[in-house]
């Protein structure tokens, strides 16, 4: 089944300590990328990665790292978790058409609260 | 910087009504996506649209994008309840290249018997 995983699924953690959410997709798409999503603001883009090795920043980058040493998975990390950044977080991933982003599938989400 | 606008933000309608939401976004961009969300639960892809004058249906829902106007619009058509959700549009930064995403607020819509 064609599908994007997210761990862990709930998380609630105090401020400062690092914690990673893992993403990975069986579909063999370039693109992935992760988004924030908070009451009233709607979703934010965080990072995003066109291919292995290729990252770049979104709309909301502060905060975070990612990485993209494989093909299938994309984590995000949070050195430092601030309570700024409790939220519920989804990550996707989409292949290209006509030179751009096609459909993105979504994760379930991860539901980060920082104390 | 990119700004998506969605109108209006919260409906409530009834079976049987057809009614239109609307994206307006700031540049140029000739790339236009739509999502639907149900409460509690990940995010699904409707449409991509990808040039001037694109249109596409999918039953009682049918997308467009003109792109000089800087507008898409998503027609709801005799409305059922199971399309009860918030539905979001997104639009490529770069204007046709594989680059980043800026979504809307959304549209949170909700259909009465």
């Known amino acids: 089944e064609a599908q994007v995983t997210q761990n862990p699924r709930y998380l609630i953690t105090v401020t400062g300590k690092k914690l990673t959410v893992t993403c990975s997709q069986n579909?063999?798409?370039?693109?992935m990328s992760w988004y924030r999503q908070d009451p009233g603001l709607g979703l934010r883009q965080i990072y995003y990665?066109?291919?292995?090795?290729?990252?770049d920043k979104g709309d909301v980058p502060e905060g975070y790292k990612v990485s993209r040493k494989e093909k299938r998975n994309f984590p995000l990390i949070l050195e430092s978790p601030s309570p700024n950044q409790t939220s519920l977080y989804f990550c996707?991933?989409?292949?290209?058409?006509?030179?751009?982003?096609?459909?993105?599938?979504f994760g379930p989400g991860t539901r980060l609260t920082v104390l | 910087e990119l700004k998506v606008e969605q109108n209006p933000l919260f409906l409530s309608m009834q079976e049987g009504k057809n009614y239109t939401i609307y994206c307006n976004y700031s540049?140029?961009?000739?790339?236009l996506y739509w999502y639907r969300q149900d409460p509690g639960k990940s995010l699904e892809s409707l449409f991509v649209?990808?040039?001037?004058?694109a249109v596409k249906q999918e039953g009682r829902l049918m997308a467009s994008l003109d792109t000089k106007a800087r507008l898409s619009t998503l027609h709801i058509t005799a409305a059922v309840h199971d399309l009860s959700a918030t539905y979001f549009c997104?639009?490529?930064?770069?204007?046709?290249?594989?680059?980043?995403?800026?979504f809307g607020k959304g549209t949170h819509l909700i259909i009465q018997p």
């Open positions: 996707a991933s989409s292949g290209f058409v006509a030179g751009g982003v096609d459909e993105q599938f």
């Open positions: 579909m063999n798409h370039e693109y």
């Open positions: 997104a639009v490529d930064h770069s204007g046709g290249g594989a680059d980043g995403l800026t």
């Open positions: 990665s066109m291919n292995v090795e290729v990252t």
């Open positions: 540049t140029t961009s000739d790339r």
């Open positions: 649209l990808l040039s001037n004058g």
